[in-house]
């Protein structure tokens, strides 16, 4: 959920602080210091289950294993969307050092488990909350650190961790909005953010990282030390093993102005294909995303937030408005960078868990025939009494400074990304109903998919299009034997 401008309050809230310092657990050279926490309860007396003595695993790490007869592992296994919550994974490690996650995965290939790691637990799809599978619970391993101009975060920060803690230095990454994403699957996915047009994907900062394989071995990922694994971690989903620090170089934090632009429903098309001619001529400094939401009714209502440099808000709002339509209401807000961060999170500091269903298209043209098809698809939703939201993201800009061979995300010559969106008030079976009839309307424009908005039982290509071979190839590398759970399909 990164670019998610979220569709209500509940969604459009931050997350905390993270800490700072070289010696934590998750940054390089400390794979043995220990964070500050509670003693850990009383383990159950049955450590052994589904034929797995996991005892030998409890006293090889410094956390602590939770299996089904535990009273909490209800929490435990527990990711911010509610509708997993009847998954049954066979065991969470919850970690405290990279030593836990090399002794985790060992155990994994020991015992022929199938495994996935889980940092922001945001997961479209519950990947992170697998039945059947050991999860690798990272929120532990905390912490950033800022070095001229590089910043090693460990994996279970969330973007609006990072945020606060990057913007002491006066510098930032671009990441999404959505404050409780985790940085390690936002990054593996590729990472698309309001800074997406003038630095490029956060996958794209990525300079170096470290890893633990499916059969434990910790190794350093960079363009000179395993070059297969660092191509395949800019894009290429968390299907290789466990990323246990991230090194990224980072960018200037500035003040911003945040325009909120909302049009008449029936204006949409005309929206969205002017916002497609400015962005030709825009400053790449710049950034813009369209939202069309269903009212349940039958109608649409069509807005538009802008981002730009401090100043420059009022001159790119005309220029934005010459280009689509006269806006019903605008909402100027001139801000430094963490009251960007801030209101475009919502302005709180927690979310609550919600149920949601999503997925997404990405389209190499938003032709008039294809923003006809997106828009006939929200609108159906909205006639059937549906609620959710279309958000087209552009893929312009930086994003296309990289060639489409050079990391494995592979939309780097496409217009945009569209996201499909649901949250709690319509059912799972509708919502993912709507979804499949919208990738039919608008498959004679779709190139894919974007591998952070997965979808189950989906083929492989249509996240990583002519990138998927080599993907695979590093995958069967590393993880021959297929533990690192995912719900595509080979």
């Known amino acids: 959920m990164d670019t998610n401008f979220s569709r209500s309050t509940f969604l459009r809230n931050a ?10 657990a998750g940054l390089p050279g400390t794979s043995g210091a220990r964070l500050a926490r509670a003693e850990p309860l009383p383990l159950a007396v049955n450590r052994t289950a589904a034929g797995v003595d996991w005892s030998r695993l409890d006293k090889r790490v410094r956390g602590r294993v939770f299996l089904a007869n535990d009273a909490d592992y209800p929490t435990a296994k527990q990711i911010f969307n509610t509708r997993f919550d009847d998954a049954k994974p066979t065991a969470v490690v919850q970690v405290d050092t990279v030593d836990d996650v ?5 155990f994994a290939a020991e015992n022929d488990l199938k495994l996935a790691a889980r940092a922001g637990g945001h997961s479209y799809v519950g990947a992170s909350a697998a039945t059947g599978a050991m999860i690798v619970d990272l929120r532990k391993l905390s912490g950033v650190t800022y070095r001229n101009g590089e910043a090693v975060v460990a994996p279970g920060m969330t973007l609006n961790a990072v945020y606060r803690e990057l913007d002491r230095f006066g510098q930032t990454l671009p990441t999404g909005m959505c404050p409780m994403v985790g940085i390690a699957g936002l990054t593996l ?13 956060t996958c794209d900062r990525l300079a170096a990282a470290t890893m633990v394989l499916p059969d434990g071995t910790v190794t350093e ?4 030390s395993r070059p297969d694994l660092f191509w395949a971690l800019r894009g290429g989903g968390s299907h290789l093993g466990v990323v246990t620090s991230l090194t990224y170089r980072t960018c200037p934090a500035t003040p911003k102005d945040v325009v909120q632009l909302s049009f008449p429903g029936e204006l949409a098309a005309q929206v969205i294909a002017g916002w497609s001619a400015w962005l030709a001529t825009a400053d790449p400094g710049e950034w813009a995303c369209v939202s069309v939401d269903a009212d349940g009714r039958g109608g649409l209502k069509c807005w538009m937030q802008l981002v730009c440099p401090a100043k420059a808000g009022i001159r790119a709002a005309v220029a934005l408005m010459a ?8 909402e100027y807000r001139s801000l430094n960078h963490m009251d960007t961060v801030m209101y475009l999170a919502g302005g709180n500091a927690t979310q609550p868990r919600a149920t949601f269903t999503c997925g997404s298209d990405v389209v190499t043209e938003l032709s008039t025939d294809a923003v006809t098809a997106i828009l006939e698809a929200i609108s159906a939703h909205s006639r059937a009494g549906g609620t959710g939201w279309v958000q087209i993201n552009t ?9 489409p061979g050079d990391t494995a995300f592979p939309w780097r010559e496409h217009a945009a990304l569209v996201e499909w969106g649901n949250y709690q008030a319509i059912p799972h079976e509708q919502a993912a109903a709507w979804i499949a009839e919208a990738h039919h309307l608008v ?3 779709s190139a894919g998919a974007y591998v952070n908005y997965l979808e189950t039982g989906d083929p492989m290509e249509r996240y990583y299009a002519h990138n998927y071979p080599q993907i695979d190839r590093v995958r069967r590398k590393v993880d021959p034997q297929n533990r690192i759970h995912t719900v595509l399909v080979s």
């Open 102 to 106: 090399a002794a985790a995965l060992t």
């Open 323 to 330: 280009a689509t339509a006269k806006p019903l209401n605008v």
């Open 15 to 24: 997350l905390g602080i993270g800490l700072t310092g070289w010696a934590l």
């Open 189 to 201: 996915g590729g990472g698309l953010g309001f800074e997406s047009r003038r630095y490029g994907l």
């Open 395 to 403: 893929l312009d800009g930086a994003v296309r400074d990289t060639r």
């Open 221 to 224: 990922v960079s363009p000179t």
């Open 443 to 445: 498959a004679p424009y």
